[in-house]
Protein backbone atom coordinates (compact mmCIF):
# COMPACT_ATOMS: atom_id res chain seq x y z
CA UNK A 1 0.00 0.00 0.00
CA UNK A 2 1.01 3.91 -0.49
CA UNK A 3 1.83 5.65 2.05
CA UNK A 4 0.15 9.05 1.92
CA UNK A 5 0.99 12.14 3.79
CA UNK A 6 -1.01 15.53 5.18
CA UNK A 7 -0.29 19.00 3.31
CA UNK A 8 2.17 19.71 6.40
CA UNK A 9 4.05 16.61 6.01
CA UNK A 10 4.23 16.95 2.34
CA UNK A 11 4.99 20.98 2.31
CA UNK A 12 7.76 19.97 5.23
CA UNK A 13 9.32 17.37 3.06
CA UNK A 14 9.28 19.82 -0.04
CA UNK A 15 11.10 22.78 2.44
CA UNK A 16 13.61 20.26 3.10
CA UNK A 17 14.37 19.38 -0.82
CA UNK A 18 14.58 23.31 -1.95
CA UNK A 19 16.44 24.09 0.78
CA UNK A 20 19.11 21.76 -0.66
CA UNK A 21 18.75 22.56 -4.64
CA UNK A 22 22.12 22.85 -6.18
CA UNK A 23 19.99 25.59 -8.36
CA UNK A 24 16.81 27.36 -9.01
CA UNK A 25 13.42 24.92 -9.97
CA UNK A 26 15.99 21.56 -9.77
CA UNK A 27 13.14 19.98 -7.57
CA UNK A 28 10.26 21.48 -9.92
CA UNK A 29 12.16 20.30 -13.04
CA UNK A 30 12.65 16.17 -11.56
CA UNK A 31 8.49 16.23 -10.94
CA UNK A 32 8.27 18.16 -14.44
CA UNK A 33 10.36 14.72 -15.45
CA UNK A 34 7.38 12.71 -14.11
CA UNK A 35 4.26 14.45 -15.15
CA UNK A 36 5.40 13.92 -18.98
CA UNK A 37 6.47 10.98 -18.52
CA UNK A 38 3.15 10.49 -17.26
CA UNK A 39 1.26 11.94 -20.13
CA UNK A 40 3.25 10.38 -22.52
CA UNK A 41 2.12 7.36 -21.06
CA UNK A 42 -1.51 8.44 -21.50
CA UNK A 43 -1.39 9.68 -24.88
CA UNK A 44 0.51 8.68 -27.51
CA UNK A 45 -0.02 11.41 -29.70
CA UNK A 46 -2.89 14.39 -30.12
CA UNK A 47 -2.90 17.57 -28.48
CA UNK A 48 -2.14 18.30 -24.99
CA UNK A 49 -3.52 21.25 -22.85
CA UNK A 50 -1.93 22.51 -19.71
CA UNK A 51 -3.74 24.30 -17.54
CA UNK A 52 -1.14 26.27 -15.28
CA UNK A 53 -1.78 27.93 -12.18
CA UNK A 54 0.72 30.73 -10.73
CA UNK A 55 2.51 28.83 -8.20
CA UNK A 56 4.82 26.06 -7.86
CA UNK A 57 1.85 23.33 -9.36
CA UNK A 58 1.77 25.20 -12.29
CA UNK A 59 5.51 25.41 -13.22
CA UNK A 60 5.34 21.80 -13.18
CA UNK A 61 3.11 21.93 -15.81
CA UNK A 62 5.01 24.26 -17.97
CA UNK A 63 8.10 22.98 -17.72
CA UNK A 64 6.40 19.07 -18.50
CA UNK A 65 4.93 20.93 -21.35
CA UNK A 66 8.05 22.23 -22.56
CA UNK A 67 9.91 18.33 -22.51
CA UNK A 68 6.42 17.46 -24.39
CA UNK A 69 7.41 19.96 -27.22
CA UNK A 70 11.16 18.87 -26.79
CA UNK A 71 9.75 15.70 -28.30
CA UNK A 72 7.64 16.95 -30.63
CA UNK A 73 4.17 17.16 -29.22
CA UNK A 74 1.75 19.47 -29.60
CA UNK A 75 1.22 21.78 -26.83
CA UNK A 76 -0.98 24.72 -25.65
CA UNK A 77 -0.93 26.34 -21.86
CA UNK A 78 -3.44 28.13 -20.69
CA UNK A 79 -2.90 30.60 -17.43
CA UNK A 80 -5.57 29.76 -15.69
CA UNK A 81 -4.70 33.28 -13.45
CA UNK A 82 -3.72 35.45 -16.04
CA UNK A 83 0.40 34.44 -14.70
CA UNK A 84 2.62 31.94 -13.75
CA UNK A 85 5.98 30.82 -12.44
CA UNK A 86 8.40 33.00 -14.72
CA UNK A 87 11.16 30.65 -15.35
CA UNK A 88 8.91 27.73 -16.00
CA UNK A 89 7.00 29.89 -18.30
CA UNK A 90 10.25 31.16 -20.04
CA UNK A 91 11.37 27.40 -20.31
CA UNK A 92 7.75 26.67 -21.91
CA UNK A 93 7.41 29.67 -24.31
CA UNK A 94 11.47 28.49 -26.05
CA UNK A 95 10.10 24.79 -26.21
CA UNK A 96 7.61 25.57 -28.53
CA UNK A 97 4.33 25.53 -26.13
CA UNK A 98 1.71 27.67 -27.61
CA UNK A 99 0.59 30.49 -24.23
CA UNK A 100 -2.91 31.41 -24.32
CA UNK A 101 -4.44 34.27 -22.07
CA UNK A 102 -7.82 32.99 -22.65
CA UNK A 103 -9.60 29.97 -23.36
CA UNK A 104 -9.30 27.61 -26.55
CA UNK A 105 -12.29 25.99 -27.92
CA UNK A 106 -13.34 22.67 -26.14
CA UNK A 107 -12.70 19.42 -27.29
CA UNK A 108 -9.73 20.38 -28.99
CA UNK A 109 -7.57 17.93 -26.99
CA UNK A 110 -6.43 14.52 -26.21
CA UNK A 111 -5.54 14.93 -22.81
CA UNK A 112 -5.26 17.87 -20.56
CA UNK A 113 -2.64 18.52 -17.60
CA UNK A 114 -4.38 19.97 -14.61
CA UNK A 115 -1.68 21.78 -12.46
CA UNK A 116 -3.51 24.62 -11.14
CA UNK A 117 -3.06 24.19 -7.58
CA UNK A 118 -1.91 20.94 -6.11
CA UNK A 119 -1.86 20.76 -2.21
CA UNK A 120 -3.55 24.38 -2.64
CA UNK A 121 -6.53 23.11 -4.49
CA UNK A 122 -9.43 24.37 -2.33
CA UNK A 123 -11.77 25.68 -4.93
CA UNK A 124 -13.10 24.23 -8.13
CA UNK A 125 -12.12 25.58 -11.64
CA UNK A 126 -14.51 28.29 -13.16
CA UNK A 127 -16.83 27.33 -15.94
CA UNK A 128 -14.91 28.59 -18.63
CA UNK A 129 -12.22 26.66 -17.89
CA UNK A 130 -13.52 23.50 -16.68
CA UNK A 131 -15.53 22.84 -19.93
CA UNK A 132 -11.83 22.26 -21.58
CA UNK A 133 -11.79 18.78 -20.02
CA UNK A 134 -14.73 17.68 -22.10
CA UNK A 135 -13.96 14.52 -24.31
CA UNK A 136 -10.26 14.89 -23.38
CA UNK A 137 -7.91 12.44 -20.43
CA UNK A 138 -6.77 14.59 -17.79
CA UNK A 139 -4.14 14.30 -15.91
CA UNK A 140 -3.85 16.12 -12.11
CA UNK A 141 -0.60 17.01 -10.71
CA UNK A 142 -0.36 16.52 -7.25
CA UNK A 143 -4.10 16.89 -6.15
CA UNK A 144 -7.09 17.75 -8.83
CA UNK A 145 -8.37 21.00 -8.79
CA UNK A 146 -11.10 21.45 -6.34
CA UNK A 147 -10.63 18.31 -4.08
CA UNK A 148 -8.90 19.41 -0.41
CA UNK A 149 -5.31 17.61 -0.26
CA UNK A 150 -6.62 16.40 2.84
CA UNK A 151 -9.98 15.48 3.17
CA UNK A 152 -10.38 14.87 -0.07
CA UNK A 153 -13.62 17.20 -0.30
CA UNK A 154 -14.33 18.12 -3.48
CA UNK A 155 -15.59 21.79 -4.21
CA UNK A 156 -18.71 22.21 -6.84
CA UNK A 157 -16.42 21.93 -10.38
CA UNK A 158 -13.59 20.12 -9.18
CA UNK A 159 -11.48 18.12 -11.63
CA UNK A 160 -12.42 14.66 -11.62
CA UNK A 161 -9.09 13.19 -13.07
CA UNK A 162 -8.37 10.02 -14.93
CA UNK A 163 -4.72 9.95 -13.06
CA UNK A 164 -3.24 11.79 -10.70
CA UNK A 165 0.64 11.94 -10.56
CA UNK A 166 2.22 12.80 -7.32
CA UNK A 167 5.95 12.77 -5.74
CA UNK A 168 7.89 10.84 -3.35
CA UNK A 169 4.82 9.27 -1.80
CA UNK A 170 0.83 9.98 -1.48
CA UNK A 171 -1.05 13.11 -0.29
CA UNK A 172 -3.68 12.03 2.48
CA UNK A 173 -6.61 13.36 -0.01
CA UNK A 174 -5.55 10.56 -2.46
CA UNK A 175 -6.53 7.90 0.23
CA UNK A 176 -10.55 9.37 0.44
CA UNK A 177 -11.10 11.08 -2.70
CA UNK A 178 -12.40 9.21 -6.26
CA UNK A 179 -11.88 12.25 -7.85
CA UNK A 180 -8.16 11.64 -8.20
CA UNK A 181 -8.37 8.67 -10.42
CA UNK A 182 -5.61 6.28 -10.66
CA UNK A 183 -2.74 7.31 -8.44
CA UNK A 184 0.65 7.32 -9.82
CA UNK A 185 3.90 8.21 -7.71
CA UNK A 186 6.51 10.19 -9.65
CA UNK A 187 10.39 9.41 -8.67
CA UNK A 188 11.58 12.75 -7.39
CA UNK A 189 15.36 12.34 -5.92
CA UNK A 190 15.59 12.61 -2.55
CA UNK A 191 11.11 13.24 -1.90
CA UNK A 192 10.27 10.09 -0.35
CA UNK A 193 13.25 9.44 2.02
CA UNK A 194 12.02 13.64 3.11
CA UNK A 195 8.89 12.31 3.53
CA UNK A 196 9.38 9.16 5.26
CA UNK A 197 10.70 11.13 8.04
CA UNK A 198 7.24 11.87 8.85
CA UNK A 199 4.30 9.21 10.10
CA UNK A 200 1.94 8.18 7.44
CA UNK A 201 -2.02 9.55 8.06
CA UNK A 202 -3.47 7.12 5.83
CA UNK A 203 -2.47 4.19 3.27
CA UNK A 204 -4.01 3.67 -0.26
CA UNK A 205 -4.43 0.40 -1.92
CA UNK A 206 -5.51 0.25 -5.78
CA UNK A 207 -6.92 -2.77 -6.89
CA UNK A 208 -5.77 -3.92 -10.43
CA UNK A 209 -9.19 -5.20 -11.73
CA UNK A 210 -11.11 -2.60 -14.52
CA UNK A 211 -7.19 -1.66 -15.90
CA UNK A 212 -6.92 1.70 -17.23
CA UNK A 213 -4.81 0.22 -20.37
CA UNK A 214 -2.19 2.47 -19.19
CA UNK A 215 1.90 1.20 -18.83
CA UNK A 216 3.56 3.25 -16.46
CA UNK A 217 7.33 4.08 -17.34
CA UNK A 218 8.31 1.92 -14.37
CA UNK A 219 10.81 2.30 -12.24
CA UNK A 220 10.23 6.37 -12.95
CA UNK A 221 6.70 6.18 -12.28
CA UNK A 222 4.59 3.37 -9.88
CA UNK A 223 1.14 2.81 -8.93
CA UNK A 224 -0.20 2.69 -5.66
CA UNK A 225 0.44 -0.92 -4.54
CA UNK A 226 -2.55 -3.39 -3.47
CA UNK A 227 -3.67 -4.45 0.16
CA UNK A 228 -0.91 -7.40 -0.23
CA UNK A 229 -1.65 -11.09 -0.01
CA UNK A 230 -4.61 -12.86 1.42
CA UNK A 231 -4.89 -15.40 3.48
CA UNK A 232 -5.29 -18.86 1.96
CA UNK A 233 -8.60 -20.37 3.00
CA UNK A 234 -8.57 -23.75 1.22
CA UNK A 235 -8.61 -26.67 3.74
CA UNK A 236 -5.69 -28.07 4.96
CA UNK A 237 -4.64 -32.06 5.25
CA UNK A 238 -6.37 -31.24 9.42
CA UNK A 239 -9.17 -29.12 8.40
CA UNK A 240 -12.80 -29.50 8.83
CA UNK A 241 -15.93 -27.27 8.57
CA UNK A 242 -14.96 -25.54 12.02
CA UNK A 243 -11.21 -24.75 10.81
CA UNK A 244 -11.58 -21.62 9.43
CA UNK A 245 -14.23 -20.03 11.64
CA UNK A 246 -18.35 -20.21 11.63
CA UNK A 247 -19.81 -17.06 10.25
CA UNK A 248 -23.65 -16.44 12.26
CA UNK A 249 -25.84 -14.49 10.08
CA UNK A 250 -29.63 -12.19 11.51
CA UNK A 251 -30.42 -11.32 7.91
CA UNK A 252 -33.41 -10.93 5.75
CA UNK A 253 -36.82 -10.46 6.93
CA UNK A 254 -40.41 -11.17 5.29
CA UNK A 255 -39.72 -7.41 3.05
CA UNK A 256 -36.44 -8.10 2.34
CA UNK A 257 -36.03 -11.84 2.33
CA UNK A 258 -33.12 -11.67 -0.73
CA UNK A 259 -30.73 -9.46 1.99
CA UNK A 260 -30.53 -12.51 4.04
CA UNK A 261 -29.75 -14.36 0.86
CA UNK A 262 -27.06 -12.50 -0.49
CA UNK A 263 -25.64 -12.18 2.96
CA UNK A 264 -25.54 -15.91 3.19
CA UNK A 265 -24.19 -16.23 0.08
CA UNK A 266 -21.32 -13.98 0.56
CA UNK A 267 -19.79 -16.05 4.14
CA UNK A 268 -20.47 -19.36 1.97
CA UNK A 269 -18.51 -18.30 -0.70
CA UNK A 270 -15.67 -17.22 0.93
CA UNK A 271 -14.17 -19.63 3.17
CA UNK A 272 -15.40 -23.60 3.58
CA UNK A 273 -16.54 -23.14 6.82
CA UNK A 274 -19.79 -23.51 8.27
CA UNK A 275 -22.32 -20.51 7.77
CA UNK A 276 -25.58 -20.51 10.23
CA UNK A 277 -28.93 -18.85 9.36
CA UNK A 278 -31.00 -17.70 12.57
CA UNK A 279 -34.68 -17.50 11.31
CA UNK A 280 -34.32 -17.38 7.64
CA UNK A 281 -35.43 -20.31 6.04
CA UNK A 282 -35.52 -18.89 2.20
CA UNK A 283 -31.56 -18.88 2.87
CA UNK A 284 -31.38 -22.11 3.91
CA UNK A 285 -33.84 -23.23 1.05
CA UNK A 286 -31.12 -21.36 -1.40
CA UNK A 287 -28.42 -22.68 0.11
CA UNK A 288 -28.99 -26.35 1.39
CA UNK A 289 -25.18 -26.41 3.16
CA UNK A 290 -26.23 -23.59 5.55
CA UNK A 291 -27.19 -24.68 8.82
CA UNK A 292 -29.97 -23.08 10.60
CA UNK A 293 -28.82 -20.98 13.63
CA UNK A 294 -31.31 -22.07 16.97
CA UNK A 295 -30.48 -19.03 18.30
CA UNK A 296 -27.85 -15.84 18.80
CA UNK A 297 -26.48 -18.61 21.33
CA UNK A 298 -25.00 -20.60 18.64
CA UNK A 299 -21.68 -21.40 18.05
CA UNK A 300 -19.89 -18.93 16.10
CA UNK A 301 -16.65 -17.03 16.01
CA UNK A 302 -18.55 -14.05 13.96
CA UNK A 303 -22.09 -12.25 13.47
CA UNK A 304 -23.14 -10.19 10.92
CA UNK A 305 -26.49 -8.55 11.72
CA UNK A 306 -28.98 -6.21 9.99
CA UNK A 307 -29.04 -6.62 6.32
CA UNK A 308 -32.80 -6.48 5.34
CA UNK A 309 -33.67 -7.49 9.31
CA UNK A 310 -36.01 -4.58 9.95
CA UNK A 311 -37.25 -3.64 13.76
CA UNK A 312 -35.30 -7.35 14.84
CA UNK A 313 -32.34 -6.57 14.32
CA UNK A 314 -32.47 -4.46 17.51
CA UNK A 315 -32.86 -7.66 19.83
CA UNK A 316 -30.37 -9.69 17.94
CA UNK A 317 -28.07 -6.82 18.50
CA UNK A 318 -28.33 -6.40 22.14
CA UNK A 319 -28.21 -10.70 22.46
CA UNK A 320 -25.07 -11.53 20.36
CA UNK A 321 -23.10 -7.72 21.85
CA UNK A 322 -23.22 -9.41 25.36
CA UNK A 323 -21.17 -12.86 23.67
CA UNK A 324 -17.61 -10.75 23.17
CA UNK A 325 -16.52 -14.14 22.14
CA UNK A 326 -18.10 -13.54 18.50
CA UNK A 327 -16.71 -10.86 16.36
CA UNK A 328 -19.99 -8.56 15.05
CA UNK A 329 -20.51 -6.64 12.06
CA UNK A 330 -23.31 -4.51 11.83
CA UNK A 331 -24.80 -3.62 9.18
CA UNK A 332 -27.87 -2.06 7.02
CA UNK A 333 -30.65 -2.35 9.76
CA UNK A 334 -28.54 -3.21 12.40
CA UNK A 335 -26.46 0.36 11.56
CA UNK A 336 -30.18 2.45 11.54
CA UNK A 337 -31.04 0.45 15.46
CA UNK A 338 -28.09 1.78 16.76
CA UNK A 339 -28.26 4.90 15.81
CA UNK A 340 -31.26 5.08 17.72
CA UNK A 341 -30.48 3.25 20.79
CA UNK A 342 -28.36 4.41 23.54
CA UNK A 343 -28.50 1.51 25.01
CA UNK A 344 -27.16 -0.41 21.83
CA UNK A 345 -24.10 2.00 21.75
CA UNK A 346 -23.07 1.47 25.44
CA UNK A 347 -22.79 -2.22 24.68
CA UNK A 348 -20.86 -1.69 21.10
CA UNK A 349 -18.26 0.00 23.58
CA UNK A 350 -18.12 -2.57 25.93
CA UNK A 351 -17.53 -5.14 23.38
CA UNK A 352 -13.87 -5.65 21.88
CA UNK A 353 -14.38 -6.70 18.50
CA UNK A 354 -17.20 -4.50 16.66
CA UNK A 355 -17.46 -3.68 12.85
CA UNK A 356 -19.91 -0.79 11.54
CA UNK A 357 -20.26 -0.73 7.60
CA UNK A 358 -22.30 1.94 6.39
CA UNK A 359 -22.27 3.49 3.03
CA UNK A 360 -22.55 7.47 3.02
CA UNK A 361 -26.12 7.85 4.14
CA UNK A 362 -26.47 5.68 6.94
CA UNK A 363 -23.04 7.17 8.04
CA UNK A 364 -24.65 10.24 8.37
CA UNK A 365 -26.97 8.89 10.40
CA UNK A 366 -25.01 7.21 12.82
CA UNK A 367 -22.75 10.06 13.07
CA UNK A 368 -25.94 11.88 14.35
CA UNK A 369 -27.08 9.58 16.35
CA UNK A 370 -23.75 8.53 18.31
CA UNK A 371 -21.30 11.49 18.23
CA UNK A 372 -21.33 14.90 20.00
CA UNK A 373 -20.58 17.86 18.00
CA UNK A 374 -20.67 18.94 14.32
CA UNK A 375 -19.38 16.46 12.38
CA UNK A 376 -15.80 17.77 10.84
CA UNK A 377 -15.04 17.87 7.03
CA UNK A 378 -13.48 14.89 5.57
CA UNK A 379 -14.49 11.35 5.82
CA UNK A 380 -11.56 10.09 7.59
CA UNK A 381 -12.16 12.47 10.73
CA UNK A 382 -15.83 12.12 10.53
CA UNK A 383 -14.48 7.98 11.19
CA UNK A 384 -12.36 8.73 13.26
CA UNK A 385 -14.59 10.34 15.79
CA UNK A 386 -17.66 7.74 15.35
CA UNK A 387 -14.61 4.81 15.71
CA UNK A 388 -13.70 6.77 19.20
CA UNK A 389 -16.94 7.88 19.97
CA UNK A 390 -17.97 3.89 20.20
CA UNK A 391 -14.86 2.26 20.41
CA UNK A 392 -14.93 0.27 17.46
CA UNK A 393 -14.12 -0.22 13.46
CA UNK A 394 -16.06 1.25 10.81
CA UNK A 395 -16.20 0.69 7.40
CA UNK A 396 -17.16 3.80 4.94
CA UNK A 397 -17.97 2.08 1.74
CA UNK A 398 -17.93 3.62 -1.84
CA UNK A 399 -15.67 3.94 -4.98
CA UNK A 400 -12.90 3.98 -2.34
CA UNK A 401 -13.70 2.39 0.95
CA UNK A 402 -11.99 3.83 4.07
CA UNK A 403 -11.56 1.68 7.17
CA UNK A 404 -10.54 3.07 10.28
CA UNK A 405 -9.73 1.37 13.43
CA UNK A 406 -10.75 2.13 17.44
CA UNK A 407 -7.63 4.32 19.66
CA UNK A 408 -7.04 0.42 21.13
CA UNK A 409 -6.06 -0.98 17.68
CA UNK A 410 -2.68 1.51 16.98
CA UNK A 411 -3.74 0.75 13.21
CA UNK A 412 -3.40 3.99 10.26
CA UNK A 413 -6.35 4.24 8.16
CA UNK A 414 -6.84 2.56 5.12
CA UNK A 415 -8.24 3.55 1.53
CA UNK A 416 -9.14 0.64 -0.70
CA UNK A 417 -9.75 2.65 -4.60
CA UNK A 418 -11.53 -0.21 -6.24
CA UNK A 419 -10.53 1.44 -9.50
CA UNK A 420 -14.27 0.83 -10.48
CA UNK A 421 -17.67 1.31 -9.37
CA UNK A 422 -19.47 -2.23 -10.14
CA UNK A 423 -20.33 -2.74 -6.37
CA UNK A 424 -23.10 0.05 -6.56
CA UNK A 425 -25.77 -2.03 -7.35
CA UNK A 426 -28.66 -3.00 -4.66
CA UNK A 427 -27.96 -5.77 -2.38
CA UNK A 428 -24.21 -5.66 -3.05
CA UNK A 429 -23.48 -4.31 0.40
CA UNK A 430 -25.26 -7.78 2.50
CA UNK A 431 -22.99 -9.55 0.16
CA UNK A 432 -19.65 -7.41 1.47
CA UNK A 433 -21.35 -7.83 4.85
CA UNK A 434 -21.53 -11.98 4.44
CA UNK A 435 -17.48 -11.54 3.10
CA UNK A 436 -16.44 -9.80 6.23
CA UNK A 437 -18.23 -12.20 8.24
CA UNK A 438 -16.30 -15.05 6.65
CA UNK A 439 -13.24 -13.37 6.63
CA UNK A 440 -13.37 -11.91 10.38
CA UNK A 441 -14.59 -15.70 11.18
CA UNK A 442 -11.18 -16.52 9.73
CA UNK A 443 -8.52 -14.04 10.86
CA UNK A 444 -10.50 -12.25 13.88
CA UNK A 445 -11.27 -8.71 13.64
CA UNK A 446 -8.37 -6.80 12.87
CA UNK A 447 -7.23 -4.33 9.35
CA UNK A 448 -6.15 -6.98 7.85
CA UNK A 449 -8.92 -9.25 7.96
CA UNK A 450 -11.66 -6.36 7.10
CA UNK A 451 -8.91 -5.06 4.18
CA UNK A 452 -8.85 -8.66 2.56
CA UNK A 453 -12.75 -8.97 3.09
CA UNK A 454 -13.28 -5.36 0.87
CA UNK A 455 -10.66 -6.54 -1.79
CA UNK A 456 -12.75 -9.98 -1.93
CA UNK A 457 -15.28 -8.04 -2.29
CA UNK A 458 -14.02 -5.21 -5.44
CA UNK A 459 -12.69 -8.14 -7.99
CA UNK A 460 -15.73 -10.01 -7.33
CA UNK A 461 -17.56 -7.33 -9.01
CA UNK A 462 -15.22 -6.80 -11.44
CA UNK A 463 -15.12 -10.83 -12.20
CA UNK A 464 -18.98 -10.64 -12.40
CA UNK A 465 -19.43 -7.53 -14.68
CA UNK A 466 -16.78 -9.26 -17.40
CA UNK A 467 -17.96 -10.63 -20.50
CA UNK A 468 -16.49 -11.92 -23.44
CA UNK A 469 -17.27 -8.57 -24.94
CA UNK A 470 -15.92 -6.48 -22.25
CA UNK A 471 -16.84 -5.06 -19.00
CA UNK A 472 -20.70 -4.70 -18.38
CA UNK A 473 -22.84 -4.55 -15.15
CA UNK A 474 -23.49 -6.68 -12.38
CA UNK A 475 -26.39 -7.77 -9.66
CA UNK A 476 -25.17 -8.71 -6.35
CA UNK A 477 -26.43 -12.02 -7.19
CA UNK A 478 -23.72 -12.54 -9.85
CA UNK A 479 -21.21 -10.55 -7.46
CA UNK A 480 -21.68 -13.40 -4.61
CA UNK A 481 -21.32 -16.20 -7.18
CA UNK A 482 -17.85 -14.41 -8.50
CA UNK A 483 -16.15 -14.40 -4.68
CA UNK A 484 -14.61 -18.01 -5.59
CA UNK A 485 -12.99 -16.82 -8.78
CA UNK A 486 -11.93 -13.37 -6.71
CA UNK A 487 -9.96 -15.49 -3.99
CA UNK A 488 -8.30 -17.38 -6.84
CA UNK A 489 -7.15 -14.43 -8.29
CA UNK A 490 -5.99 -12.80 -5.50
CA UNK A 491 -4.22 -16.35 -4.30
CA UNK A 492 -2.20 -16.64 -7.48
CA UNK A 493 -0.92 -13.04 -7.55
CA UNK A 494 0.68 -13.69 -4.32
Known amino acids: MLATYSTAAVRAAEKELLAAEPEPDHVMRAAAQAVARTAAAMSASGRILVLAGPGGNGGDGLYAGALLAQLGRSVEALLVTGSAQPRALAAAKEA ?94 GFAEALGRHTPDAYLSTEPTVGSGYVWDSPFLYPAETTG ?27 YPGAGVLAAAGALRTTPSMVQVLNNPGATQR ?32 AVLQRPECAVIIDADGLRQLAESPRLQSLVRAHPAVLLTPHAAEFDALYAGCVQGEKPAGRLKAQEALAGALDCWVLHKGRITTVVGPESAGTTP ?30 GMSMESITHAATIHVHAAEIAATTEYGVSVATAGQIAAAIPAAVARLLARQ
Not at 231 to 246: A, N, W
Not at 418 to 430: F, I
Open 96 to 189: GVTINHKGPQPGQFDLVIDAVAGLGSARGLDADVHCLLAGAQVLSVDMPTGVDADSGVAADNAVCADVTVTFGGGRLGQAVAAECGEVIVGEVP
Open 287 to 318: FPEIVSATGTDARVDSWVVGPGRAKAAAKELE
Open 414 to 443: VGINAGHSLAATAGSGDVLSGILGAQVALE
Open 229 to 255: PIPDPRPGIHSHKYSGGVTGICAGSQR
